[in-house]
Every structure is written in structure tokens, then in C-alpha cells.
């Protein structure tokens, strides 16, 4: 099986301007969740999405904002983009209900200049 | 809210040594996992190990094995006979077994090892 894939892997914006990433799950697995990864901050959750559903949400600005396909990809988008917004981008995902082991994918690294 | 602490940012070990990476975390559930990340430079996280906590035996996998004392809320990764190859950035995680409310991962800072040839 092919695993987590995401695009773009880097991605150079300014302050002000919005940028959408995106993340294809392991096929069959219907969660993806996404996390935010700084030097400072760690790795803090954003969102997770099942079967289209956003299930749970991290403490992020509004700014910070998610969706689900039917074939389980999922998107984030930022808006109105900050210096601190800087950061990798994981996105993971998982199929099985119980015990729902997350498969990162490489990441998408966003640099606002 | 749960929250996870890795005290340690960097750690060095000799290869073929063995080297324990310490986690403490802080919960009111009584059921959870917990598990070991490693992130390689540039490269994609991995799940090391796992740790259901209504196990009292700790998790084994290969080189990899825990200490998990529930009491003490301490959740250690103990990695015998280290290689190169281990040099990496180690998260700690805890995630409830709630899954329907509450299934996001809560990260420790992670430590930084790195092994020395």
C-alpha cells in the first residue's frame, strides 16, 4: 500500500496571502488528522476529519480551516497568512476505529515571508 | 487536558550502548495509549512503539521496549544496542481511548539523540 502523501512538499508564501495544502490518506483509511510542527511549539494538533466530518479541533485561529472528500483526501487552507505561520505541516492518517494508529505523511513545509 | 513532557531536549549514547529516553504525562483517564515517534532528519515520522494502559506488562519491539510505571504517570523508551540508523527526534504521545470525542495525539517537545560511531 502506498503511504500518506502529501503536496506540496515546500511551499514559499507572503503575509497576507492563503495557501491550501492537501493529503491523501493510506487507501481505505477514512481519518486525517493534521498537525502543526514548529521549533517552539512542537507538534500541536489542528483538526481531524472522519468520513468527511470534522471530529475534532485544536485551539488554531479560524484562519485555519479544513475539509474532507468522499475519497478521503482532505485539504487545510490558511488565510490572511502570518510570519508565524511558518512551519511543516503533518498530516496523518488512520483506518482502523479502535485503535487508530496514526501514519504520518512527509509533510509540507510553509515558509511566509 | 492531557499533556505530555519530555524533560530531556538532547541526548547522545555510544552505538551498540543502550540509552532509556524519559516521558511523564499527566491524565484523569484511566484508560489510554501511548506511544514513541521517531522523526529522522528530513524525513517522515514513524511509530516506534505502543503502550495500551490497561496492559501492565511493557511493550517490546525488538531493540525498542518501555517502562511504563501508570502510577507514576512515566512512560520510558529504553533502546538497546543503538545503531546509526537511530539518531533521530523522539516524540512521546499520548492519546485517549475515546475515539469517537477525542482522538487526536498530544505530543511531547521531543528529544533530540544522537549516536555516536
Known amino acids: 500500500k502506498a503511504g500518506v502523501t502529501q503536496t506540496p512538499r515546500y511551499l514559499i508564501k507572503t503575509r497576507g496571502q492563503q495557501v491550501t495544502l492537501s493529503c491523501s490518506p493510506i487507501?481505505?483509511?477514512?481519518?486525517v488528522s493534521w498537525y502543526q510542527q514548529t521549533p517552539g511549539q512542537g507538534l500541536q494538533f489542528l483538526f481531524e476529519?472522519?468520513?468527511?466530518?470534522?471530529?475534532n479541533k485544536g485551539n488554531f485561529p479560524g484562519r485555519f480551516s479544513g475539509r474532507q472528500f468522499s475519497n478521503s483526501r482532505s485539504e487545510m487552507n490558511v488565510s490572511t497568512l502570518e510570519l508565524g505561520d511558518s512551519a511543516l505541516y503533518l498530516c496523518a492518517s488512520s483506518g482502523d476505529w479502535y485503535y487508530n494508529e496514526q501514519f504520518f505523511g512527509p509533510g509540507t513545509r510553509l515558509t511566509v515571508l | 487536558a492531557q499533556t505530555v513532557t519530555q524533560s530531556q531536549p538532547e541526548m547522545s549514547v555510544q552505538e551498540a550502548e543502550t540509552v532509556t529516553l524519559s516521558c511523564t504525562y499527566d491524565t484523569s483517564e484511566s484508560d489510554y495509549y501511548l506511544f514513541w515517534y521517531k522523526q529522522p532528519p528530513s524525513r517522515q515520522m514513524i511509530l516506534v512503539i505502543r503502550q495500551e494502559a490497561y496492559k501492565q506488562q511493557n511493550a517490546t519491539e525488538n531493540r525498542f521496549s518501555v517502562n511504563f510505571q501508570k502510577a507514576a504517570k512515566s512512560f520510558s523508551l529504553k533502546i538497546s544496542d543503538s545503531q546509526l540508523g537511530d539518531a533521530a527526534m523522539y516524540f512521546c504521545a499520548y492519546r485517549s481511548v475515546n475515539t469517537g470525542a477525542n482522538s487526536k495525539l498530544t505530543f511531547g517537545k521531543g528529544i533530540t539523540l544522537s549516536v555516536r560511531p
Open positions: 487507501s481505505g483509511h477514512r481519518s
Open positions: 476529519y472522519f468520513s468527511e466530518t470534522q471530529r
